[in-house]
């Protein structure tokens, strides 16, 4: 059994930051790609970030140089480190990973990113 949980969405001002996480547990033997999508209502869901198991990375255009994403793979953790946060940022963020050559999604965490 393999889980996903993801923390560290909220409501923040323009301009400002937000650090979410990515944790896997459970019976794991490998992780492969370690990705995050948006989605916001009424659209389809986005990728946003990916890193493959070697720490290559690569971005959307919209986010190239305000946001990074990283692993700790002792931790079987991904991050993304959001700066210079934008209203366009607003929406669900979800982690998507392959887990035993498996993929598995969290469950969403809310970024608002409001006046």
């Known amino acids: 059994q393999v889980q996903l949980v993801e923390s560290g969405g909220g409501l923040v001002q323009p301009g400002g930051s937000l650090r979410l996480s990515c944790a896997a547990s459970g019976s794991i033997n490998s992780i492969g790609f370690m990705m995050w999508y948006r989605q916001v209502p009424g659209k389809e869901r986005d990728l946003v970030a990916l890193i493959t198991s070697g720490g290559t990375t690569n971005y959307r255009d919209s986010v190239k140089g305000r946001f990074t994403i990283s692993r700790d793979n002792a931790k079987n953790t991904a991050y993304l480190e959001m700066n210079s946060l934008e209203s366009e940022d607003t929406a669900v963020y979800y982690c998507?990973?392959?887990?035993?050559?498996?993929?598995?999604w969290g469950q969403g965490t809310q970024v608002t990113v409001s006046s």
């Open positions: 998507k990973t392959v887990i035993n050559n498996q993929v598995y």
